[in-house]
């Protein structure tokens, strides 16, 4: 205000002050910035003290402060300063790149800690498994108990047992889990406790999961070994059906699908050849038992120990067929006739029954669930037949109606197991329900009417 006779018009400075601050950095006379932000008519007066025309001030009208501040930095100094900053930033990047990766590696690490001893079957490589062998003197030890119901004891690895991971630690091979408790020894026939966890191992080693009996005491093991003290097989039945597969199993297997539950199949070799492809994978999918019933129905008792021993064997081969190679698990003979020569020559686990719906006498749907649940116990095992339409119907009525009234329905393998009975060949088993365990007649070793 004090020159006006050098500044330029009004309009050009009040609309933009760009052009006062280049002016000024031209003729190198810039003030400290507290200075001209705070006072523009000190800025107007530099301007007409350096007698500046209207027209030299509008060509810098559209620089900015950082560019005009810039040309007031030598050459030098702004390179420097550039290079600063190119390496501050590389830095930081480096030091992100650093971070990442130092965390990937202890999520990796640990991670790795957690699962290794979990890692599936199929990742396993025999080369793995041939290097692992270690030829170590073993530190064997007796179990506790002979029955395995005291601590486990150590023995040298079997066959096929090879120390893939850390020792002391779980080792996984393809008949399951095992315990190394060196590189030479395993767990074996008794108890283990880890991390506060009750473990059981059967004779070979391995790891024991669902019912399992040990020393005359029904135990149950979760799918990752674990015991569980609270676990009741008190409310648990057998449903057992005969003569079948027929053109009616396939609609049985649905019903025990749709519902959960399990059941134990007693076979003839003469409908596993019409119907056992359709059936017999699918009843191992459910985890149900195959179970050999001869043949074709003969009485083997009046057939005799060869004639018993020739349909068994037959039919075993028949099932294998769908069943990778292995025959039944467990024997029915024929309308319940055998000699204790006959059971004992199966070499397998014989099951009679202690509930007869007497299905193929009503041959009628509600009779036989009404017959089912009238009857029904903890521990029975309940005989029918599945080559009647109506004992499919009955299932699809008194499955559900069991269910809610808390009952499991298991095989008879599960079911024995859960009572404490550990099976054995030969041997043929009645019910296992707390009348038939108080008086001693779960078998026929007590039985004088075999």
């Known amino acids: 205000s004090g020159y006006p006779n050098r500044l330029p018009h009004p309009t050009i400075w009040k609309q933009n002050h760009n052009f006062l601050f280049g002016f000024m950095a031209l003729n190198n006379r810039l003030p400290h910035p507290t200075i001209w932000k705070q006072n523009h008519n000190f800025l107007f007066g530099f301007m007409a003290l350096n007698n500046k025309s209207e027209k030299g001030i509008i060509r810098i009208i559209n620089t900015t402060y950082d560019e005009v501040w810039s040309l007031r930095m030598d050459k030098e100094t702004l390179r420097k300063r550039i290079r600063r900053n190119r390496r501050k930033a590389m830095l930081q990047n480096c030091l992100k790149v650093a971070i990442c ?46 029955d395995g119901s005291g601590k486990a004891g150590k023995a040298a690895l079997g066959e096929n047992m090879a120390v893939q991971y850390d020792t002391p630690g779980w080792q996984l091979n393809d008949r399951g889990w095992w315990y190394a408790a060196d590189a030479a020894t395993c ?25 399992t009996a040990i020393g005359g005491k029904g ?20 449903l057992t059906y005969d003569d079948g597969p027929s053109q009616y199993t396939s609609q049985l297997l649905d019903i025990l699908q749709s519902n959960g539950v399990k059941a134990t199949f007693m076979m ?21 038992t195959l179970g050999n019933h001869s043949y074709d129905h003969s009485n083997l008792r009046e057939a005799g120990p060869e004639a018993a021993q020739q349909q068994f064997s037959q039919t075993d081969g028949l099932i294998a067929q769908y069943n990778n190679g292995v025959g039944a698990a467990v024997i029915r003979f024929p309308y319940g006739e055998y000699t204790k020569e006959e059971a004992a020559n199966t070499g397998r686990p014989c099951f009679f029954w202690d509930v007869d719906t007497m299905d193929w006498d009503s041959q009628d749907a509600n009779a036989i669930a009404n017959e089912v649940m009238s009857h029904v116990t903890g521990g029975n095992i309940i005989l029918m037949h599945d080559i009647y339409q109506e004992t499919v119907d009955a299932s699809s009525i008194f499955i559900p109606q069991l269910l809610a009234q808390g009952y499991r329905l298991v095989t008879v393998e599960e079911l024995a197991a859960a009572r404490g009975y550990e099976l054995e060949p030969g041997v043929t088993y009645f019910g296992f329900t707390d009348e038939d365990i108080a008086d001693n007649s779960v078998t026929d070793k007590n039985r004088d009417d075999v």
């Open 101 to 146: 990766v130092g965390a990937a590696l202890v999520l990796v690490s640990a991670g790795w800690s957690v699962a290794k001893p979990f890692v599936r079957k199929s990742e396993w490589r025999t080369e793995d498994v041939a290097g692992a062998l270690v030829n170590v003197h073993a530190d064997v030890m007796e179990p506790e108990r002979p």
């Open 187 to 211: 767990y074996v026939n008794g108890w283990l406790e880890l991390e506060g966890n009750q473990y059981h191992f059967d004779s070979n080693g391995y790891m024991d999961t669902g019912w």
């Open 219 to 238: 135990c149950y093991f979760d799918q990752n070994g674990v015991y569980d003290p609270n676990a009741d097989s008190s409310m648990m039945i057998a």
């Open 268 to 288: 003839l070799g003469s409908k596993v050849e019409q119907y056992g492809a359709e059936t017999i994978p699918r009843m191992v999918q459910l985890g149900c």
